[in-house]
């Protein structure tokens, strides 16, 4: 019998779905009773696997799934997932059928979409599912507060159309300062006022990412939406963070190469590295094409042993290298951790983050397919 071509290279994406489930009932004890649960996986839920993780969030509990394309949606209908999903970016029109085919909620801000979604839903005799995106000073999809009255109501007016929800996105309430998410939440709530007092009453508001799930309980309304959190890591350093998290992923690789070179040795592209004593220089197969950042070279650090080993030299496309010199169990075959756990030493995906100037959401989705995901049961699961 072939082996796994993935079995191959040591390079891979380890996930536990047990952290996730754990993420997901440590936020819902947090908001208490009361408002739904949207798990967003969106983007490959995060790099960590659409349908497995999504699976995951349904037995956790969550109520709705939030996806940001309407691909994304369709995969997880046609891996037999139930729940409802909601595409958070503005439908386009020429995917309104697929949308009532596939009954899933679709976002709206535009006449044109929202015609688009009624038409889709009468060919059909159907109905189609719509939430209606304010913006409330995020400044990409949404209405204007002003203009979410007359499109409700023209929504509302249509027989093929059922308005399930209400929603807004904060712009900076991972921030400690809350004022700007305040001015948002102001404006929610009038929205809010105005349709009601007209006599609207919309079943489903919400506005509460990650960060406001966690520290801004004011915006929690009838769902909460957390993403980045699902995921085991805190939306920046300065929300809360007395809420349990669990990372999630772990991403190694394996000694392939170990020489010995002399003082004063450069390695790597544009000679950026030279050998201050003789080492022990080790190669990894893995590289920027796998989603590791270039922006580590020379800076960033990997665990072997349980002992921090910093990169030499420039990461390349599909190698890297470290230096090995202070340990000496270090060998061919060796595991080393990217980001993750190995025995007591830890490097979490936020330290990878800041020292390549971005954030632990870029790291995640920036693992390219080339990188196997292994679960923890064993198995490797590769989506299409």
């Not at 679709?106 to 913006?135: F, N, R, W, Y």
């Not at 400044?139 to 093929?160: C, K, Q």
């Not at 590295?273 to 796998?290: H, K, M, N």
């Not at 025995?343 to 990188?371: M, P, Q, W, Y």
Request: charge should be negative.
């Amino acid at each position: 019998m072939e082996r796994n071509i993935d079995d191959i290279r040591p390079t891979r994406a380890i996930v536990d779905l047990g952290a996730i489930s754990f993420n997901i009932q440590s936020l819902k004890k947090h908001v208490k009773a009361g408002p739904g649960f949207m798990a967003v996986v969106k983007a490959d839920a995060y790099g960590h696997g659409l349908v497995p993780v999504a699976r995951t969030a349904y037995l956790a509990g969550a109520d709705w799934l939030g996806v940001a394309l309407l691909e994304e949606g369709i995969k997880l209908r046609k891996a037999g997932i139930k729940l409802p999903i909601l595409v958070l970016g503005e439908a386009l029109p020429r995917g309104a059928d697929r949308f009532v085919q596939y009954n899933i909620t679709a976002t709206v801000c535009s006449p044109e979409s929202l015609l688009a979604l009624d038409q889709a839903a009468e060919m059909s005799d159907g109905q189609a599912a719509v939430h209606i995106k304010v913006d409330t000073g995020m400044g990409r999809i949404g209405l204007v507060p002003r203009d979410v009255l007359p499109f409700v109501e023209r929504a509302l007016s249509l027989r093929n159309i059922s308005v399930e929800g209400l929603f807004s996105h904060f712009a900076s309430v991972d921030e400690k300062d809350k004022g700007f998410s305040y001015h948002q939440l102001d404006q929610f709530k009038e929205v809010i006022a105005a349709l009601e007092g007209r006599g609207m009453h919309i079943p489903l508001k919400h506005f509460a990412s990650s960060a406001a799930t966690i520290d801004f309980p004011e915006s929690y309304f009838d769902m909460v939406r957390p993403g980045i959190s699902l995921y085991g890591v805190y939306p920046s350093t300065e929300v809360d963070h007395s809420v349990s998290l669990q990372p999630a992923m772990t991403m190694k690789t394996a000694i392939t190469f170990i020489k010995e070179v002399e003082k004063g040795v450069a390695v790597s592209y544009g000679r950026t590295f030279e050998t201050q004593r003789r080492s022990r220089i080790a190669t990894l197969p893995v590289g920027y094409a796998d989603g590791y950042p270039r922006l580590l070279s020379n800076r960033g650090e990997v665990l072997v042993a349980g002992t921090r080993a910093p990169i030499v030299g420039r990461v390349c496309m599909d190698m890297m290298l470290i230096d090995v010199t202070d340990i000496p169990e270090a060998n061919v075959g060796s595991e080393v951790i990217l980001f993750g756990r190995q025995n007591s030493e830890e490097i979490l995906v936020d330290e990878i983050a800041e020292k390549a100037g971005t954030i632990s959401h870029e790291i995640f989705c920036g693992i390219t397919k080339r990188v196997p995901k292994e679960y923890l049961d064993g198995s490797l699961q590769e989506e299409s």
